[in-house]
């Protein structure tokens, strides 16, 4: 083979330092792309990765082609892409407009003379196996060795493989869990239809079989307690007790009793045995709510039981040994507390085990609405009223309001306006001053129902991209399509806290 250019050596030395970067998986294989097409000439560059069980080549990254919005596949042997995915063998068309095997998909050569494009192909290998395909275009006549040019991509291929075979199983277990937040809801009183709910109920149905310690955070309000509940629910323990403690509202003098009990005379008042919290819950599960409250003796006492699975009743000789799952939930930030020495670092990281987070209300889109024909529907039964629906206006409300009470507030507006319903339909006088009082601000605009959604997916969309992105703007804006300064003006506009999405120092 032909020994590479000092260009392409340096080209190749860049790659390398670029996949060996701290950056983000996507942004990397963007980038290497990007190189390829400003040091070499191979233009419109994609990289497609295989699903390990159908063998599918899914499109995922590309430069110089225009793939937002797309699902672009190719089956095992279909078109050059799916040929090298099947055979791992590379491939070079060096006349595209006459190759029948060119599908061109994604259209982006469609207004080129394709008869003066060559096309380059050649597989991702990672541990023996194709896990995914490497292609760019080139001006045919710059060609000048056809092996040379595969060397030179089978080069890139091979530098890149770890990093695609990594976001090949990221794609795949993203793909699994829409799937089981699509087919299994867990809770018939767990309702949305957006990216971060069904997330949720994802990480439901894969912890719901084991014992495992989960930690439920999020704003009050969210429904943290419907997680606890569902899990407990789609769990081996269904059938045993569910037993929810608010550890807010237990005092130091009373945490031991209430949770572990006391035998008769163990303390002033104690005129009879009574059994603790963690006892009646044996061969089920105890939700304690509000962890984040507990005091730094009760937190102690906590740790003890949570450790061990047996406890001493007060005034008691004899140990206790119980079977429970535990469940806490919190809407405080226990990584701050910790850090602050409000709460015991050994207890979090026996409650962290397996963390689920309840997005607020204003970042689940259309979810609103959902909920709320949900919540007509149930107290129009429990008020034995016709009410079937919410009018336009109302809706507008709706989804202008910012609910700082998340899904709690909602059910009480709703409850609220099926009783104050006179006929069939809520009306927006049905709804609370606060709601009415957000719309009636003379400095904004009045939105009908269209623009509301739309804001409401907007949203949406953009806290779904700053996650992924982890908090970085110019990554979410590269990812939705966009410029760093849209998105920091969407940013302001929706009050999205971006300093959440941010990766934590370890």
């Not at 079989?209 to 606890?228: I, P, R």
């Not at 949900?374 to 336009?392: D, G, H, L, P």
């Amino acid at each position: 083979m032909k020994p590479f250019s000092y260009d392409d050596l340096q080209v190749l030395h860049e790659i390398a330092r670029t996949i060996a970067s701290p950056m983000d998986l996507r942004v990397q294989l963007e980038t290497v792309l990007k190189n390829l097409s400003s040091s070499t000439g191979m233009n419109r560059g994609m990289i497609s990765i295989l699903d390990r069980d159908s063998g599918v080549a899914i499109l995922d990254v590309a430069h110089g082609v225009d793939i937002d919005g797309l699902e672009i596949t190719y089956m095992p042997g279909e078109g050059i892409t799916g040929q090298v995915a099947q055979t791992g063998k590379p491939i070079v068309v060096t006349n595209m407009g006459k190759d029948k095997q060119f599908l061109d998909r994604t259209g982006a050569r469609r207004n080129l003379n394709q008869c003066e494009l060559a096309f380059l192909c050649v597989p991702i290998i990672y541990d023996e196996k194709v896990v995914g395909v490497l292609s760019a275009d080139k001006v045919a006549r710059e060609v000048d060795s056809q092996e040379y040019e595969l060397q030179l991509l089978g080069e890139v291929a091979e530098l890149i493989a770890k990093a695609v075979h990594i976001r090949a199983v990221e794609e795949e277990n993203r793909r699994l869990r829409n799937i089981i937040g699509k087919s299994l809801r867990p809770s018939e009183e767990l309702i949305g239809n957006s990216k971060t709910m069904k997330e949720v109920f994802g990480l439901v149905s894969q912890v719901a079989d084991s014992s495992t310690t989960v930690l439920v955070h999020g704003e009050t309000g969210t429904g943290k307690e419907l997680v606890a509940r569902a899990i407990h629910k789609s769990s081996p323990r269904s059938n045993g007790p569910f037993v929810e403690v608010n550890c807010a509202a237990m005092p130091d003098t009373l945490i031991e009793s209430e949770l572990f009990g006391h035998e008769r005379g163990a303390f002033t008042g104690a005129n009879q045995k009574r059994r603790g919290r963690f006892e009646e819950a044996n061969g089920g599960t105890i939700f304690l709510d509000e962890v984040g409250e507990l005091s730094p003796l009760a937190q102690a006492k906590l740790l003890r039981v949570i450790q061990e699975r047996q406890f001493q009743p007060l005034g008691s000789n004899s140990i206790v040994k119980v079977n429970v799952r535990i469940i806490t939930a919190t809407n405080r930030d226990l990584d701050q507390d910790v850090a602050s020495g409000k709460f015991r670092t050994d207890l979090y990281y026996r409650l962290n085990v397996f963390p689920i987070y309840m997005p607020p209300l204003r970042e689940r889109g259309g979810d609103i609405l959902l909920l709320a024909d949900y919540f007509v529907e149930k107290y129009s039964k429990q008020v034995k009223k016709a009410v079937k629906r919410i009018s336009t206006p109302a809706i507008d409300f709706l989804l202008a309001y910012h609910w700082p009470g998340n899904v709690r507030e909602l059910e009480n507006c709703i409850e609220r306006a099926v009783l104050l319903a006179g006929g069939d339909t809520i009306d927006s006088i049905h709804l609370p001053p606060t709601l009415q009082m957000k719309m009636a601000q003379p400095a904004k605009k009045h939105r009908g129902k269209l623009e509301s959604l739309v804001n409401s997916y907007e949203r949406s969309l953009i806290v779904d991209a700053m996650k992924d992105a982890k908090g970085n703007q110019s990554h979410a804006a590269r990812l939705l399509g966009t410029t760093k300064r849209i998105i920091q003006y969407k940013v302001e506009k929706y009050g999205i806290d971006t300093r959440r999405f941010k990766a934590k120092k370890a």
